[in-house]
C-alpha cells in the first residue's frame, strides 16, 4: 500500500467541549463525531499555547513558541515568522514524495517586511514547504480581509491597489470606520475591532482599496472547501498532505444562510455546525474519490474558547441559556494558563485502519512533525527540536504518549504537566480578563493541580506538595534554557 494521504483540519478557538463526542451538551456535531467511527478521541491532547500564532508556529515548525521571539499574535501585514531554510511539516511530506497544500487561515505572517499587496508576495506558504496555498493572510478580524493564492492577491484590480495599516491613528481618511459610520454595521463590537468597516463588519487594522478582491465572510467555508476539493483532485497518482486551516468559530461569527439561526446556540454555534457541515462534505467527496480509505484525518484546534472575544454576538447568553461549556470541564479558555487554554479536542482517523477508542496518552500538536516523519522514514536531522515521535499513540497502537506536556498562556508564562500532575509558573498580571471573562492562571504563587480527580483545577496542593513543585518548576526552567537541537 502506498504512502496514506494526510489531511489537517485545524479548527480555531474551539473549545474541549464544543464537540458533542466530547460531552458538548449544545453544540451537535455528527460528522466530526462520526470520525469517531474509525478514530481515536485524546482526552490528554495538547497544543502548545493558549493563543494562535504560537500555537500554529509549533505545529508547523516541530518546536516550542518561546524558541522563536516572534511568536506572538500577529497584526495582519507582519513578515512571516518561518524561515525559508527552516524545517517544516510539508517539508518532511515534500521529501517523501507528497503534493503539499495550505488552505485556509495563515496567521504566520507574509513577506520579509514591508509588504506590497499589490506584487507578488516574496515568502508566503510557497517557501517553507508548501507547494500550493490559498489562504487569508491572518484572522477574519483583521486586514487585509483578500485571499492570497500562492503570491498574488486575488482579483486584485490594478486600478484600485490594496493599502494596509495597523498605525494607533487612521492614516486613511476616505474609508469607513466603526467610530466614523457606526450606521453602517450590522455587527456591533464590544472591544476594540473599530477600525475598517469591511462587509458591515468592523475589523482591526485599516484597509483602502482593493475592493474586488475582498471576501465576504458568508463566503470563507465554501471557498476554502472548493479550494481543498481541487487540490485533492489535481493529481490522484501522488500522495497528499493538506494543511487546512478552518476560521471557525474565531470571530466575526458570520455562518452561510444555511447555517444563521439553525444551532440554538447563537451565531457561534451556527458556524461551530457550520464547520462540522464542511467536515461531513471532506469526508463524503474522499469517499467519492475512493480516497477515504488511504487517508489520515486529524482533527483539532489551535487552542481553547473564547465566547466574548471582540463582538456583540451574544454568545454568553446563548451558551448558559443552554448550559453549553466550550471548556467542558476544563478552568480558563483561550489566553490563559489553565488547562482551558492549550488543552484542546484531538481526533485522529483512519477508516479500515484505526479501531475505535478514547486514548490517555499525553499528547502534543508539536509532535505531528516526528511522528509523521516516523511514519515515513525521513531524516529530520536539527528539524523540528522539540518534536516527539508519538506515531504509535497517534494511530492509536499505543497508550504510552508524553512524559511531559509544555505549554504556555497568551503572556509567555508556562505550564507543565506530568502524569497526573500540572504546574504552573508564577507570572505577573491580572487573574481575570474581564472583557473576554476568562480566568487567566496568573498569580504570584505557584500552582499545583492534581488532574486526576480535580480536572477544573480548583484546589491549589502546591503547598503541601513543595518538593514536587520545586522539581516542575525546575523543570521548566530547563527546558527554556534548552539548546535548540533535537
Not at 498580571?429 to 471573562?437: E, L, Q, Y
Request: aromatic share 10%; proline share 6%.
Amino acid at each position: 500500500m502506498s504512502n496514506p494521504n494526510v489531511i489537517l483540519l485545524l479548527a480555531d478557538d474551539l473549545g474541549y467541549g464544543d464537540l458533542s463526542c466530547y460531552g458538548g451538551v449544545g453544540a451537535q456535531t455528527p460528522h466530526i463525531d462520526a470520525l469517531l467511527e474509525h478514530g481515536v478521541r485524546f482526552a490528554d491532547g495538547y497544543s502548545t499555547s493558549a493563543v494562535c500564532t504560537p500555537a500554529r508556529y509549533s505545529i508547523l515548525a516541530g518546536e516550542y513558541p518561546f524558541r522563536n521571539p516572534d511568536t506572538h499574535i500577529l497584526p495582519g501585514d507582519a513578515p512571516c515568522i518561518i524561515g525559508k531554510e527552516q524545517g517544516t511539516l510539508p517539508k518532511i511530506f515534500q521529501k517523501a514524495g507528497y503534493r503539499t497544500a495550505a488552505i485556509g487561515k495563515w496567521h504566520l505572517g507574509l513577506g520579509s517586511g514591508d509588504l506590497d499587496w499589490n506584487k507578488p508576495i516574496s515568502h508566503t506558504p510557497n517557501d517553507i514547504g508548501f507547494d500550493y496555498s490559498y489562504i487569508f493572510p491572518a484572522t477574519n478580524d483583521r486586514v487585509p480581509c483578500v485571499y492570497v493564492k500562492n503570491r498574488l492577491v486575488e482579483n486584485l484590480d490594478e486600478n484600485d491597489p490594496i493599502e494596509v495599516s495597523y498605525d494607533a491613528e487612521c492614516p486613511f481618511e476616505d474609508i469607513a470606520t466603526s467610530e466614523r459610520n457606526p450606521e453602517l454595521l450590522r455587527m456591533k463590537h464590544s472591544n476594540g475591532h473599530n477600525n475598517s468597516i469591511i462587509n458591515g463588519v468592523g475589523r482591526i487594522g485599516y484597509m483602502r482599496g482593493g475592493q474586488k478582491a475582498v471576501w465576504r465572510d458568508e463566503d470563507l467555508t465554501e471557498r476554502f472547501l472548493s479550494e481543498a476539493e481541487h487540490f485533492i483532485k489535481e493529481d490522484p497518482e501522488k500522495p497528499f498532505f493538506l494543511y487546512y486551516a478552518l476560521h471557525q468559530p474565531h470571530v466575526p461569527r458570520v455562518p452561510n444562510p444555511k447555517f444563521a439561526g439553525k444551532s440554538g446556540l447563537g451565531p457561534r454555534g451556527d458556524v461551530i455546525m457550520e464547520m462540522d457541515h464542511c467536515v461531513g462534505e471532506l469526508t463524503a467527496f474522499l469517499e467519492k474519490e475512493g480516497l477515504l480509505d488511504n487517508t489520515i484525518l486529524l482533527f483539532t484546534s489551535d487552542n481553547g474558547p473564547v465566547l466574548d472575544d471582540g463582538y456583540m454576538d451574544d454568545a454568553e447568553r446563548f451558551n448558559t441559556m443552554a448550559q453549553h461549556r466550550p471548556a467542558g470541564p476544563l478552568r480558563g479558555g483561550k489566553y490563559s494558563k489553565f488547562e482551558g487554554g492549550a488543552r484542546i479536542p484531538l481526533i485522529v482517523s483512519w477508516k479500515s485502519h484505526i479501531r475505535p477508542a478514547v486514548s490517555h496518552a499525553l499528547v502534543s500538536q508539536v509532535d505531528f512533525a516526528a511522528s509523521f516523519a516516523s511514519m515515513l522514514g525521513v531524516d529530520l536531522g536539527d528539524w523540528a527540536p522539540d518534536s516527539q515521535d508519538h506515531l504509535d499513540a497517534f494511530l492509536g497502537g499505543s497508550i504510552e504518549g508524553r512524559e511531559e506536556i509544555f505549554a504556555e498562556a497568551a503572556n509567555k508564562s508556562h505550564f507543565l504537566r506530568r502524569g497526573k500532575w500540572t504546574y504552573m509558573q508564577p507570572s505577573d498580571g491580572p487573574a481575570h480578563d474581564f472583557t473576554t471573562n476568562i480566568e487567566l492562571g496568573n498569580s504570584r504563587d505557584h500552582q499545583l493541580y492534581n488532574m486526576e480527580y480535580d480536572a477544573g483545577q480548583r484546589v491549589n496542593v502546591a503547598e503541601i506538595h513543595p518538593d514536587l513543585v520545586e522539581k516542575m518548576s525546575r523543570r521548566i526552567e530547563e527546558i527554556k534554557a534548552s539548546a535548540r537541537t533535537r
